[in-house]
């Protein structure tokens, strides 16, 4: 081999490697982030798992304290309990002997009212002789009057005893206690979350709270990665973005793993990293760029780690 071809292999090498710089879209890999949220804003008691862990959906990440949470739920018991017995006993109806006494009640207060009445008679025929006063008189017919207001009250009450509960007295207790039933099993979902658990099988990328503090309500209490293989978060040029769409396959190669990677876009960004206006020219448009993610297609891509450094490169035939 001459020395002159030599030099010209080398120089198509060179030229080679910048052909495939230059069509390569440099970008990291990354895995699907969930940030776990505190419902409440008690203090945490518990960190059951520790950064780094691998935890199973279902899994308890944090436990928050929950002496308020059981309070609340015993006195939402309590008032259930209340509003179902009172249900039963309208139900029911009343019992008898609540009958018989109000019975009873309505015989004294005739009993009242007739020697109320024979009393007044009396009175009011002696004050035709002036043998007594007239407020004597007077003091005797509002006495009767008295006793027969309170027989009406007493034959009123055993009348309602005795015709039982309405239908709109049971919808009403119905009603009071589904509220209070309604009111505790919103307290109990409460209470169980106060039991922070993984939603998702994954990494513990983070835990941003320590046992003692107290989160603001919605603050992220863990972030977890899926355990799911990872995906190539790259940024597509202007002068590209119109030959990419969904399933465009793609040649990945991660930095440190000789061989290289099968994959195909799952995402592009319909919208370039910042605003542009009609105005920007030719240059400017070349500068925007819009967000992407690539997925692996082979299997053995789910134990690449994250966040190292991948080159993509996008097979979107001839422009």
Do not use: W
């Amino acid at each position: 081999m001459t020395a002159r071809r030599a030099v010209g292999i080398v120089l198509l090498s060179l030229a080679a490697c910048a052909r495939h710089d230059q069509n390569a879209l440099p970008g990291t890999l990354e895995r699907d982030r969930v940030e776990v949220v505190a419902d409440t804003d008690q203090p945490i008691l518990a960190l059951p798992v520790a950064e780094g862990a691998v935890v199973k959906a279902g899994d308890v990440l944090a436990v928050q304290d929950r002496a308020l949470s059981d309070a609340e739920l015993g006195a939402a018991r309590a008032r259930l309990a209340e509003a179902e017995a009172r249900v039963e006993e309208l139900r029911n109806g009343p019992r008898v002997t609540s009958i018989r006494a109000a019975a009873a009640r309505r015989d004294r207060a005739r009993a009242t009212r007739d020697d109320a009445v024979r009393e007044r008679d009396r009175l009011l025929g002696l004050v035709k002789n002036a043998l007594v006063s007239k407020s004597d008189a007077d003091r005797q017919v509002a006495a009767a009057g008295a006793a027969e207001a309170s027989l009406q009250e007493a034959e009123a009450d055993l009348r309602e005893l005795q015709e039982g509960t309405r239908a709109e007295q049971l919808a009403q207790a119905r009603q009071a206690a589904d509220s209070a039933r309604a009111t505790l099993q919103g307290l109990e979902t409460t209470s169980s979350r106060l039991e922070i658990r993984a939603p998702i099988a994954g990494t513990v990328d983070a835990l941003p709270f320590h046992v003692g503090e107290r989160p603001a309500r919605g603050a992220t209490v863990a972030v977890l990665l899926a355990t799911t293989a990872p995906y190539a978060r790259i940024h597509i040029p202007e002068p590209l973005r119109a030959r990419v769409k969904i399933g465009t396959p793609a040649t990945l190669n991660v930095d440190g793993v000789e061989r290289a990677f099968r994959g195909q876009v799952r995402f592009v960004a319909s919208e370039a990293e910042f605003t542009p206006y009609y105005s920007l020219t030719a240059a400017d448009r070349s500068k925007l760029s819009f967000v992407a993610e690539v997925v692996f297609d082979d299997a053995e891509a789910q134990s690449l780690p994250s966040g190292v450094p991948v080159e993509v490169l996008l097979e979107t035939g001839t422009p």
